[in-house]
């Protein structure tokens, strides 16, 4: 039961980090490389408040605010007027990227820090004591997935998002504003970000490239998910299922790179399997 446990909450985690940069990739048709650099943003608005002695629930809706106010400075000055060049585009969010890392350790330090997790202690599933943490990290994931899908489905922005995703210039030609969308979306996929380093922070020690990481594993389950919330959860829970049972019964090491392989392995052989999920 807890390597069950384990998968499920491990997918969950992947999916969380995921998902903004996935959001960014439907619409704007660009990978979003400092995204690693806003997870890193939202971790230390964690520390931040545990060093203040603040409420550590602060730190999400801090965390989310900053993301996408920073994530609009970001399109509006950066990506927009590369949107016609997206190999520049991606080139300069990692140079954004490296820049905001240098600027959490020239204000923080190199120092690694620790936060308080925003529930304490363990639960009983089936006679199996657990985390009441990482269980906390499933409904997170749930509620983010869930929330996507009516943004999409039940809102004026997302069926816009979904019109421009489909075709751009048919949409600007029905009247929508793809620059609102496009800023929108970037705006809530950099707050996610961010979100998501707020949620890491308890399982993992925080510092300036904790970001970098992760960025590696979302990025490579976004190419294999395409522009699919469905196909992105789905590959989470397989891929995160192999680097548990990896990291369980091989080694931590190794299972810290089996979602990259395997990611790269599917690309190569089935690059469009997960998107038809």
Same mark, same amino acid.
């Given at each position: 039961?807890?390597?069950?446990? *384990?998968?499920?909450?491990?997918? /969950? #985690?992947?999916?969380?980090?995921?998902?903004?940069?996935?959001?960014?990739?439907?619409?704007?048709?660009?990978?979003?490389?400092?995204?690693?650099?806003? $997870?890193?943003?939202? %971790?230390?608005?964690?520390?931040?408040?545990?060093?203040?002695?603040?409420? !550590?629930?602060?730190?999400?809706?801090?965390?989310?605010?900053?993301? /996408?106010?920073?994530?609009?400075?970001?399109?509006?000055?950066?990506?927009?007027?590369?949107?016609?060049?997206?190999? *520049?585009?991606?080139?300069?969010?990692?140079?954004?990227? #490296?820049?905001?890392?240098?600027?959490?350790?020239?204000?923080?330090?190199?120092?690694?820090?620790?936060?308080?997790?925003?529930?304490?202690?363990?639960?009983?599933?089936?006679?199996?004591?657990? &985390?009441?943490?990482?269980?906390?990290?499933?409904?997170?994931?749930? %509620?983010?997935?869930?929330?996507?899908?009516? $943004?999409? *489905?039940?809102?004026?922005?997302?069926?816009?998002?979904?019109?421009?995703?489909?075709?751009?210039?048919?949409?600007? %030609?029905?009247? #929508?504003?793809?620059?609102?969308?496009?800023?929108?979306?970037f705006m809530a996929g950099a707050g996610l970000a961010a979100l998501a380093g707020v949620l890491l922070a308890?399982?993992? &020690?925080? *510092?300036?490239?904790?970001?970098? !990481?992760?960025?590696?594993? %979302?990025?490579?389950?976004?190419?294999?998910?395409?522009?699919?919330?469905?196909?992105?959860?789905?590959?989470?829970?397989?891929?995160?299922?192999?680097?548990?049972?990896?990291?369980?019964?091989?080694?931590?090491?190794?299972?810290?790179?089996?979602?990259?392989?395997?990611?790269?392995?599917?690309?190569?052989?089935? !690059?469009?399997?997960?998107?038809?999920?």
């Open positions: 039961m807890t390597l069950l446990l *384990d998968i499920i909450s491990t997918a /969950a #985690i992947l999916f969380i980090v995921a998902a903004g940069l996935l959001a960014i990739f439907g619409v704007l048709k660009i990978i979003n490389f400092a995204h690693g650099a806003w $997870l890193t943003v939202g %971790a230390y608005c964690a520390v931040v408040t545990t060093e203040l002695g603040l409420n !550590p629930w602060f730190a999400l809706p801090l965390a989310f605010i900053l993301g /996408a106010l920073l994530g609009g400075l970001t399109e509006r000055f950066i990506v927009r007027p590369l949107y016609r060049r997206p190999l *520049d585009a991606i080139l300069a969010t990692w140079g954004l990227g #490296i820049v905001i890392g240098q600027l959490i350790t020239l204000w923080f330090g190199r120092d690694v820090h620790f936060t308080t997790a925003l529930m304490q202690g363990t639960v009983d599933v089936l006679g199996t004591s657990y &985390s009441f943490y990482r269980l906390f990290a499933v409904l997170a994931a749930l %509620a983010i997935g869930l929330g996507f899908a009516f $943004l999409l *489905d039940g809102t004026r922005l997302g069926l816009s998002a979904q019109a421009v995703i489909m075709n751009e210039a048919l949409a600007r %030609a029905l009247g #929508i504003d793809t620059e609102k969308v496009r800023l929108a979306t308890p399982m993992t &020690s925080v *510092d300036p490239n904790m970001g970098v !990481p992760w960025l590696t594993g %979302a990025f490579m389950l976004v190419m294999v998910a395409g522009t699919s919330f469905g196909a992105l959860a789905v590959a989470c829970l397989l891929f995160g299922a192999a680097q548990v049972v990896v990291s369980t019964f091989l080694s931590p090491i190794l299972g810290g790179i089996t979602v990259a392989v395997l990611c790269a392995i599917t690309l190569r052989i089935r !690059p469009k399997w997960f998107a038809r999920a």
